[in-house]
């Protein structure tokens, strides 16, 4: 990616419910990922398209994901020099 001059950022979205009673913290996010980064990945062309890719999978609502993330809220809210043009 440094050759091609492009960036690129991943999220990591886990839902946690009531009946999620066993304590296993880091070490189950650790094997989760690498699980995943041996799958071949989505491609998508827009944040907001990888997000609807990744609600319909998900049980909690995309505002609360909104509410409590930094990352997602600075990317559908900041404001880009594009916005300016």
């Known amino acids: 990616m440094i050759r091609e001059r492009r960036q690129a950022s991943a999220l990591v979205l886990r839902e946690i419910h009531p009946g999620y009673i066993l304590p296993v913290g880091v070490w189950n996010v650790r094997e989760s990922v690498r699980t995943t980064l041996r799958t071949k990945p989505a491609v998508f ?29 600075q990317a559908f809210f900041q404001k880009k020099i594009s916005d300016y043009l």
């Open 45 to 73: 062309d827009t944040f907001d398209a990888a997000v609807k890719f990744a609600c319909a999978n998900l049980t909690i609502p995309l505002k609360n994901w909104i509410e409590t993330s930094t990352l997602m809220k």
